[in-house]
């Protein structure tokens, strides 16, 4: 029996995987200096940051009357989109950097995704980066 004791011993998939990481971090880094400033792309999530301590059971009335307000000025709406926000508000409050560096995580798993998708249906490392 023997054990891998080089890089070219290692599995395809563990090369790929490493690959992959890098530049998911690579390219959500681009969003780093976003984190400090007082300016935000996401509006939507202004509308909960005020949102005072609430139960489960008003947060979720909250959230129903929301999705039917836009449903009925908007047409349909994206009450999935609704209930992300409400989740994060409960989570992060009113504190902006939470919410910058959970979409900082996101992009990353984002970028993860789409780098290893693209590899799954073989498009080359160079065009997928």
């Not at 139960?55 to 047409?75: C, F, H, M, Q």
């Not at 409400?86 to 993860?112: D, H, K, P, Y």
Request: aromatic fraction near 14%; include cysteine.
């Amino acid at each position: 029996m023997t054990s891998p004791t080089n890089d070219s011993e290692k599995p395809a998939w563990t090369t790929r995987a490493s690959w992959v990481l890098l530049w998911a971090i690579l390219i959500s880094s681009l969003y780093l200096p976003t984190l400090g400033t007082r300016f935000d792309f996401a509006d939507d999530g202004n509308l909960v940051y005020p949102a005072p301590a609430m139960s489960p059971a008003e947060r979720i009335e909250l959230y129903w009357e929301k999705v039917i307000a836009n449903y009925r000025d908007l047409g349909p709406f994206r009450p999935v989109l609704w209930l992300h926000w409400e989740i994060q508000a409960e989570m992060f409050g009113a504190n902006e950097l939470s919410w910058r560096l959970c979409r900082l995580v996101w992009t990353t798993l984002s970028a993860a995704s789409l780098l290893w998708l693209m590899l799954e249906l073989g498009i080359a490392k160079i065009p997928a980066s």
